[in-house]
């Protein structure tokens, strides 16, 4: 199925279901869950107590007011760290944002943190990027806590072994009111990937396959732990990437059992916990893994080998296949998702059957929270190191945070990208999801490293192909899709 | 902070049959530079339903003289993608209080029931037998009975019952709000921290 339909896994065989046995071991995310319990309502939701809030402009201002309106503070301002990220530009930054909304819905932020001492980096701040980005980088998101922020792609912070995920601004307002949240227990999801990666394939292209197997609904109502030993030999920033990702099966969040790796990110960090401090904090995430005889409510198990560079076709990340692979044909289209699947292929202006590769390109976008991070464009630039931009392609190089912004200035890559013809600009979400000037053009195609490929995401009528950073090199050289293994 | 009563309704539906409709498309991101909850109804559906020019497009079922009401009934997997609760702002401001689907996304469905709009979540069977009555008669009406959780397409059925969590029923009936009901267990919340400090 390619439609991004709700996966029937059963029929795959993939699947197997929990038994009765009550006495079996925790899973990573039960661990977590039930200590933060402070409460459980009769018949409803439990209570759950918040770590870490992230807060940024754009889901927060309601949230502030609605404290205001109630005569009430923030309860614990030190767990809140908010950034401008989703509606600020990437050029000329040291300017006022010309964007008379976007520049008062920024200021409201500076406004609401001063008057509830929230910490805020805002834009030109040294530690500012994107939500997602930051958290990590300055070792304020570490395993084993909960995680929320009014944001989706909050799941991110799960690949240090932590619950983290997405909520509403109502649910912004409860967290900054109360410090906890009503939440519904998930369901628990183990999805493993097996062996070894082939050659030019990137943790975005593990994720873009598992959302093309099971489709944009096919982990809803789940939490999902994301196992195996692919996933364990990737490295902190590429696991983020697939945590990232796992709103878009539909899973309330995505997590990574904590590891050697995940500490030797965490240490030395702005926000890590230093001296005998660390110790202890290393000793209590080395039990949190899953354990051996723990049991989950689904099980998937897909092999790393089956799993090709990917590249998206349609107007959902379910609708993603192999880059050497075509289009499906209608009639390999459920019948019910017939007139979506349409839908989808007008908005593209692509056949059913159709091959990707040579497919025009007008823009290439490296940049977001799925892949904004250094490693992205390390790979990016080592990719196009010594070749040339394709003249018919605008590309967009955002860096996640101005560290990343730094540490590109610092190891030359931006002196790599400018010799191949490229800029990199100031960070933000940019075009990611287009609140800024970062709009691609009307019917225009783009290959985007970011999450979402929907209808206008990136602009009004934006076509979006999602990819990894080298699938999208290999596109800003060339200007067409090209399989990136041909450079390899 | 009361929210609105939900009572039992009787309307005609507006019939969305798209698979997987996702926030982006209930509220385009461009619309999110607002800083109130107010307002967002005018841009539900933004693209579908207006052209460049911002002229209603005829062939969306919101420019459809025919179909009109406070159900929205759409395909499997509604509200996928961002947590923006503007999406739910915008449904609501429009005047939707209720919408009806075999499948919603998570996020969608949380931020809906804090704004007193409700998701039906009905079988694929029921939901294209209602698609099949709207479509052979724009009149047809459902009523949806949230204290017996029963959705029933009128005059004479069929019905169907559909799922609720108990704490978020009573809410919705009551007009009982979260943030309220949390900072009156705040002795359970200072507990828990004093025990985890």
Redesign the interface.
Known sequence: MH????YNAEENNLVTFKNDNTLAGKTLFEKIWD?HV??K?????G?L?IDRHFVHE??S??AF??LR??G?KV?RPEKTVATAD??IPTLGQDQPIR?E??R??VN?LAENCREFGVSLFGLNHPWNGIVHVIGPELGITRPGMTIVC???HTSTHGAFGSIAF??????V??VL????L?Q?K?KTMRINIEGDLGKGVMSKDIVLYIISQIG??GA??YFVEFAGSAIRSLSMEARMTICNMS??M?A?GGMIAPDETTFEYVKGREFAPKGTEWDKAVEEWRQLPSDPDAEFDKELTFDAADIEPMITYGT?P?MGIGISKRIPKMEEIEK??Q??FK?SMQYMDFQPGDSMIGKKVDYVFLGSCTNGRIEDLRAFASFVKGKKKAENVTVWIVPGSHQVEAQAEKEGIRQILEEAGFEMRQPGCSAC???NDDKIP?GNYAVSTSN?N????QG?GARTMLASPITAAAAAITGKITDPRDFL | ?PIDKFVKLQSTCVPL????V?T??II???F??????EGFGDNLFA?WRYD?SGKPREDFVLNDPKYSGKVLVA???FG???????A?WALAGYGFKAVVSS?F???FK??SL??GLLPVQVS?EFLETLFNAIEKDPATKVEIDLENQKITILPDGPSESFDI????KKCLLNGFD??D???N??D??EA??KE?A
């Open positions: 439609s991004g339909a709700v200590k402070v409460t309502v009769d018949g409803g939701p209570v107590y754009v889901t201002p309601q007011a609605g309106n109630r009430i309860r989703h509606n964007d909304l976007s008062f819905q409201k009014g944001d989706s997405g909520i509403g601004t109502s649910e307002e409860m009111a109360t410090q906890t009503l519904n998930p944009t609904g809803t109502g709103i878009e539909g309330r959902n379910g019910s998702t007139a979506t839908k999801l287009a609140m009307e979402r929907f209808e206008g995401r009004p | 902070m049959p798209i698979e997987n996702d982006d498309q385009p991101a461009r999110l530079k607002a800083t109130t909850r693209d460049k395909g499997q997997n996928s993608g961002s947590s923006r609760e503007h739910a499948f996304a998570d996020i949380n931020n804090n704004n694929k969590n108990p704490y978020k979260d943030i009901y949390l900072l267990i705040s359970h919340i828990w921290e985890h």
